[in-house]
């Protein structure tokens, strides 16, 4: 510590002994001649210069010209940071890892994590989310793994668990996004580090507001805001304006949405980062729509687009095409509403999809495992230090403590196994059951029969099932996130499901939902999702190739006090035709996945008193002649 003092001084000493020299050569001359080892000391002396492209590039010829590789990477990783901030995001990844690759031939560890963590930030920005989640856990579990955590480390691991918390929010898993922000704002508290509380508060805003905790959301952007007032940050207060104009907006408040967020546009346009500037256009935008501003509003919203497209900036490409959506179904233009629709949902999948999501899943199983792993070995260490000691006293006493500490440890080994395997298993089953539930070509097949709506100018029907389409998606996207649903939820789902897929049968499906009247709909459990399958073999293996007179009828009956049974009933060509049509096709239909929805039942009711069952019956007149299929489900209520 005194020798960093003393450095400082004597570069403050020598400042006064070259004025013949410009302050950038007196600096260098500095850097070169005592060449500090400390990253800190270096950026204390050229730290109002890091934001200037071309004195960094001064030092990393001067550095590289002396071999003082402390210089270069200072420099490298200073020049990443300026291409992160204005969207050169490809230059912003060949700067940091060169840092990287000096910093680990310096075998500096702390700036190691540090550049892991900031390369991890640039993939974050374009969505680009394994690349991004491999550098910030590589960063996590390398800080983890320290034998001596002071507090830079802290410091260190807290961003990385921030980042992974951004990383939950892209994947819209926000309940895993507030668990990683709760436990990064614990070290930003405990230095009072307020640039690190308005970064916390202002993610912890962003993951209430998209579970719809609109009060809790402004009350976080607020303290974010008070903080980055505190700390005159210009980001940060851009950052906060377009935020807090979001719950505005969904709030109601569109005039002073709109005029917080006007108030911060010339801060952006002026800072020129392209990520925030594209999301204040964006919500700008998005503010015009609801004050009638249509002409303003498509200005705006085209601006954040090209914006975003121009820099890769993934987030706003979909939020601004789901804005211009907005914007044209407002105005009657439903071809460009549902044109911007469709380029929003399949840019969002780049992000949000089944592969990102298994991916993220099975890295959290991991590293939980891990974690269990190293505290059992841990106390299994204790455990035979504890032994050792046992046996020099020779005491009965500690040696009985020892053997019921021994079973205590292999007590919670094996409920920590069970449990870990009973999370991992039910992590699959929600993988398998949103792959399955986004069946592509249902998909495909749904909005080609919309866009025949479109095609054919019938604009009511187009728009109507579009909307019936979009509801549809949002509730198999919150399937995937639940583990139990109410059955009144499940029966306004499947008469979504129903309408998009008669549109494929010409509407010529008769389906009919009867529930008993003593029953609440809405007390009952069962997991989401599970009747469909059910229903897509009544679809395609009973009424596909029937020609005429096609029903399909839900019968819903407490059948005791801890039952309740479900029959999906069809008036199909039986289960014995259908397998010998499906024996003669050369290409076969999947399914949806009965035998998902078979996994999906065990695990649900095992905790509960009672089991499941599903009968099949064929339906046969007295010659024989096959008048359909009876599914019939018991579901336990407790």
């Known amino acids: 510590m005194k020798h960093k003092i003393f450095l400082i001084f004597l570069f403050f000493f020598s400042l006064t002994s070259f004025s013949q020299e410009t302050e950038l050569d007196q600096k260098l001359t500095f850097l070169i001649k005592n060449k500090p080892s400390s990253i800190n000391i270096i950026d204390s002396i050229f730290k109002k210069h890091r934001k200037n492209k071309n004195y960094l590039e001064q030092i990393i010829k001067t550095s590289e010209k002396n071999n003082y590789f402390e210089g270069v990477f200072y420099a490298k990783s200073a020049l990443g940071k300026y291409y992160r901030d204005f969207s050169f995001f490809d230059k912003a990844l060949i700067e940091y890892n060169q840092a990287l690759k000096i910093i680990r031939q310096l075998n500096n560890i702390e700036n190691e994590l540090i550049t892991l963590n900031n390369i991890g930030s640039v993939y974050r920005r374009q969505d680009e989310i394994i690349n991004a989640l491999n550098y910030h856990k590589e960063a996590l579990d390398k800080a983890l793994g320290l034998k001596n955590i002071d507090l830079n480390i802290e410091k260190i691991i807290s961003v990385s668990q921030n980042s992974i918390g951004n990383i939950y929010n892209s994947l819209k898993q926000y309940n895993l996004a507030l668990e990683e922000f709760s436990k990064s704002i614990v070290v930003q508290k405990k230095v009072n580090n307020k640039l690190g509380l308005a970064i916390n ?116 490409v979909v939020k601004a095409n789901e804005n211009l959506a907005i914007l044209y179904d407002k105005i009657g233009d439903h071809k460009k509403a549902y044109n911007h629709f469709k380029i929003a949902k399949e840019e969002d999948y780049k992000t949000f999809n089944a592969k990102n999501l298994i991916y993220v899943r099975d890295l959290i199983t991991e590293y939980n495992r891990e974690r269990a792993e190293n505290q059992i070995k841990d106390l299994a260490k204790k455990n035979k230090i504890s032994e050792l000691q046992i046996n020099r006293i020779r005491n009965l006493w500690l040696l009985a403590t020892s053997v019921i500490v021994l079973i205590l440890i292999i007590t919670f080994s094996i409920y920590r196994q069970k449990t870990l395997k009973n999370e991992k298993r039910i992590l699959s089953l929600k993988q398998d059951a949103l792959r399955s539930q986004m069946n592509p070509h249902f998909m495909f097949n749904a909005l080609n029969s919309i866009k025949l709506y479109i095609i054919e100018n019938d604009k009511k029907k187009a728009t109507s099932y579009l909307n019936k389409f979009s509801k549809l998606m949002r509730k198999i996207l919150e399937a995937s996130s639940i583990q139990e649903t109410t059955l009144a939820e499940e029966i306004e789902t499947m008469k979504l499901y129903m309408s998009i897929e008669n549109i494929r049968f010409s509407n010529e499906i008769d389906f009919q939902i009867e529930v008993d009247s003593s029953i609440s709909l809405q007390t009952i459990k069962i997991p989401p999702l599970v009747l469909q399958p059910f229903l897509e073999n009544s679809l395609w293996h009973g009424l596909s190739s029937k020609k005429e007179n096609k029903k399909i009828k839900i019968s819903i009956n407490k059948i005791s006090s801890e039952f309740v049974k479900i029959e999906i009933e069809d008036n199909g060509i039986g289960r014995t035709a259908s397998a010998k049509i499906k024996a003669e096709k050369s290409i076969t239909r999947k399914s949806i996945g009965i035998n998902l929805t078979v996994d999906r039942l065990i695990n649900f009711s095992k905790n509960l008193k009672n089991d499941y069952s599903i009968i099949y019956k064929d339906l046969e007149n007295e010659n024989k002649y096959a008048l359909g299929t009876k599914v019939i489900i018991k579901l336990p209520l407790f």
């Open 201 to 316: 508060y202002q993610n912890i805003g962003t993951a209430h507001e998209a579970l719809s905790n609109l009060n809790k959301a402004l009350k976080n952007y607020s303290k974010s805001l008070d903080y980055n007032n505190q700390i005159d940050s210009k980001i940060g207060k851009i950052i906060c304006g377009y935020s807090i104009a979001s719950v505005l907006l969904k709030k109601g408040y569109y005039q002073k949405a709109y005029k917080t967020v006007s108030a911060i546009l010339p801060i952006a346009i002026k800072e020129n980062d392209k990520f925030y500037l594209s999301n204040t256009y964006n919500t700008l935008g998005l503010s015009n729509i609801y004050l009638g501003q249509f002409s303003t509003a498509k200005k705006n919203l085209n601006t954040a687009l090209d914006i975003a497209k121009k820099h890769n900036i993934q987030t706003i």
